[in-house]
């Protein structure tokens, strides 16, 4: 059974065309959930922790919410340098993270 | 710079070798951890260590093995008894000190594993 699902896939927006992706978990007792970003052949950079339902965090245009079945990742007005794939985890148990799968973002120019 | 270092960035392994993936980090981070990354899939977790001299299984351990003598390292072995090794392998670290908020994972940049 999957802990942690992503949608959509893939997605291609035009720069400037603001848009989510979605996380969706199925686990109980949610510790922290995490917002990574992924260029090809890199490892995930960090982008945001959210700990409880509610809360929010911004970073320039990425904007992440968490409620208590889904965290959205908001991007407004991309540019093409956002084009990556964006990883989200959930800490549920103790030092274990599981990963969805990914949305990989194209943004054209 | 503070970070966590991996290497090689590229590794080629024959059928029937062991081949070992190295793992540094200087973030003074206690926890370190194993994550194996396929095509269209999520990162699964191999091994992780919360402490020197100790490790646990994570959910895909078979034919691979750990240890972590230094706080610094922590080699990942890709045995001849790991059946499909080929994947960009992941390693990453997190500060581990009992605190009630869980710290962030730090990755490195990965080492991509081939069998020829």
């Known amino acids: 059974e999957d802990q942690v699902t992503q949608s959509p896939e893939a997605l291609r927006l035009q720069e400037g065309e603001s848009s989510s992706l979605n996380c969706s978990y199925t686990?109980?007792?949610?510790?922290?959930l995490f917002w990574y970003r992924q260029d090809p052949g890199k490892g995930p950079e960090f982008l945001f922790t959210l700990y409880s339902a509610g809360e929010e965090k911004e970073k320039e245009r990425l904007k992440a919410t968490l409620t208590k079945k889904e965290s959205f990742l908001h991007i407004t007005a991309p540019k093409p340098e956002d084009s990556a794939t964006y990883l989200c985890?959930?800490?549920?148990?103790?030092?274990?993270?599981?990963f969805g799968s990914g949305t990989k973002l194209n943004v054209k120019p | 710079d503070g970070g966590i270092t991996q290497s090689p960035k590229y590794l080629f392994r024959k059928e029937g070798q062991n081949v070992t993936l190295s793992c540094e980090q200087n973030?003074?981070?206690?926890?370190m951890y194993w994550y194996r990354q396929d095509p269209g899939q999520g990162l699964r977790l191999i091994y992780y260590s919360q402490i020197v001299n100790d490790f646990q299984k994570g959910d895909i351990a078979e034919g691979y093995s750990v240890s972590r003598e230094k706080k610094e390292s922590f080699p990942l072995t890709v045995t001849s008894a790991q059946k499909n090794p080929t994947a960009f392998y992941l390693c990453a670290s997190s500060i581990d000190n009992g605190r009630a908020l869980p710290d962030t994972q730090y990755f490195g940049p990965g080492t991509r594993l081939t069998v020829l």
């Open positions: 973030l003074n981070h206690d926890a």
């Open positions: 686990v109980s007792g949610l510790r922290g």
């Open positions: 985890a959930v800490l549920y148990n103790f030092n274990k993270f599981y």
